[in-house]
């Protein structure tokens, strides 16, 4: 009587993410803002802060002055954005004192 090896766990997760913090493999929902950016730094673990730059118009001048919005969002291990990617960033619950918008997807 002939027994085949019985296979192990076939079904393989993607690039091994284990967060429960990312939105696609974990349990993290997203709500609210939407917004695009440029990655700006890396240097945090599993955390990028998102550069946007926008310009304002001064109507007393009749000029623009060019501003920008830095916001700190978790980047999970399957998305890994590094400086200068362009990313999609969502709006979710707090995941610390200052983050509370998680990486989505990379933008080409
Ligand atoms: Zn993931």
Known sequence: M????KKKAAKKEAKGCN????PI???LSTRGAVLE????SDKMDKTV??????KIRLNKYERYRSSK????AHNPPCIDAKVGDRVRIRECR???R???????EKLD
């Open 2 to 5: 002939e027994e085949k090896p």
């Open 19 to 22: 967060d429960v913090n990312c």
């Open 25 to 27: 493999h974990g349990s």
């Open 37 to 40: 950016g440029d990655v700006a």
């Open 49 to 54: 802060v998102v550069q946007s730059d926008y």
């Open 69 to 72: 919005s830095r916001i700190p």
């Open 94 to 96: 707090k995941l610390s």
């Open 98 to 104: 200052t983050v509370s918008f998680v990486v989505t």
